[in-house]
């Protein structure tokens, strides 16, 4: 058995809300220590919605760095400055208020929206989640495959439009 990882594809279809929150803490336990999202302002709109995120996720805000994204306008933007913040089962109750409808979660106000978590182990990403495309991607060994699959998470091989 190898310690590589090995890309598996995870779809919003055969998640339910509280599976997708699952899927996160079983990340946690398996040493993911850090998360992003991208929040998307509408033009014009208040900040009422990015203040109180701010507000909540102050006490879990770790650093800023360069992390790998599953998407971007371009291929040399996939590697950017990413907002950081420290993993915990804290951190992802809080993260739950702002998408509420699990991981695969995008619109939350006319303000603007959360969407494309990435949850990250050791600086790579773990789990990662396209919103527009309902679409994820799970980075582990084989051995963790095995556990997923045992523990009943939904797994693909393929997936359709989101790759590593």
Known sequence: MTDDLITLHIFAEDYTAPLSWRLAQWCRQLNADEWTVNPITVRGAGTFLF????????????????????????????????????LSSASLAALQ???PNGLFTS????????????????????????????????????????????????????????GY
């Open 97 to 99: 208020e702002f998408l």
């Open 107 to 162: 619109r939350c106000s006319d303000e603007g929206w959360f969407e494309d978590p990435i949850l990250y182990r050791n600086g790579e990403s773990m789990l990662g989640i396209v919103s527009h495309e309902a679409e994820g991607i799970l980075r582990v060994t084989y051995a963790e495959r095995l556990e997923l699959e045992r523990e009943g998470f939904p797994l693909r091989a393929v997936g359709a439009y989101v």
């Open 51 to 86: 203040d109180y995120f701010d507000e909540i996720m102050t006490p879990y805000r770790r650093s800023r760095a360069a992390r790998r994204h599953l998407s971007a306008s371009r291929p040399e933007d996939l590697v950017r400055p990413t907002n950081l913040w420290q």
